[in-house]
């Protein structure tokens, strides 16, 4: 019996890869705003949250802001490296003179070192020393994630187990609520539950500093109230459009 063709299998999870498509549309929207910018920033970010990098999109409002996620950074490379051992004369065929040795610097300043981890690129017209200290400035702080170092020692005190794990005075704080007790010695705490009180027989060290995170640590970090992750924005080199120059931002300081 032949079989039906109504009979299909429609994966709804399925979709279409972007391809180089999405790779040279955003190709050339990096060349567009070499001619609508001043300056071309190349950042790195700690502790990457969207949350926040959106905070400083909104702050930057006339700006454009250009991901480059670990994934496509070697094709990136790869793109504007072609395009770096290119010859003037054909970009010049559609481009003015001026845009394609602009071209030619962005791909310059691309093939360095800097587009490594999460980095990105950030097109603005303000003033270096304007933009250079909002992001000095500019840190939150947020929930550590598994994966990363903890920047702080935290250990719970012996003893009945409070909501903060001993981070503020018990005086100012209430005990661990009794439903959490499963979930607390399921990521490793070795507690005990006596007439409803959550109690500790000794202290317990949820993370150590400089040491690597896992997803029980995080967890009872974040359950403790105890964010020890700064996501931060560093600047690491920037182009400019009148003098056609790169420089290095740690220069800069020094």
């Not at 504007?80 to 602009?102: D, F, H, M, V």
């Not at 981070?167 to 399921?186: C, F, G, M, T, Y």
Request: hydrophobic share 35%; charged share 25%.
């Amino acid at each position: 019996m032949p079989k039906s063709k109504r009979a299909k299998v429609v994966h709804l999870s399925k979709t279409e890869k972007k391809g180089k498509e999405l790779t040279f549309k955003l190709f050339a929207n990096i060349r567009e705003c070499l001619d609508k910018y001043q300056y071309c920033y190349v950042f790195s970010v700690e502790n990457m949250r969207n949350t926040y990098l959106k905070e400083v999109r909104t702050d930057f409002r006339d700006t454009l802001t250009v991901d480059y996620s670990s994934g496509r950074q070697k094709s990136w490379q790869k793109h504007w490296g072609r395009l770096q051992k290119t010859s003037i004369s054909p970009i010049s065929a559609n481009y003015q003179r001026q845009i394609a040795l602009e071209v030619l610097q962005i791909a310059k300043l691309i093939r360095l070192q800097y587009l490594t981890g999460n980095v990105g690129l950030f097109f603005t017209s303000q003033e270096p020393t304007s933009t250079l200290s909002y992001f000095s400035a500019y840190t939150k702080t947020d929930f550590a994630r598994a994966g990363i170092p903890a920047s702080r020692n935290f250990t719970i005190p012996a003893g009945m187990v409070y909501s903060r794990g001993g981070e503020i005075p018990q005086e100012e704080d209430v005990p661990l609520a009794h439903a959490l007790e499963q979930n607390v010695r399921k990521m490793g705490m070795p507690t005990s539950l006596v007439k409803g009180r959550v109690l500790l027989d000794q202290p317990y060290t949820v993370c150590k500093k400089g040491e690597v995170l896992n997803s029980h640590q995080t967890a009872l970090l974040k359950l403790f109230g105890v964010a020890t992750a700064d996501f931060k924005v560093q600047m690491t080199a920037y182009w400019n459009a009148a003098t056609h120059e790169i420089t290095e931002v740690d220069a800069m300081e020094e």
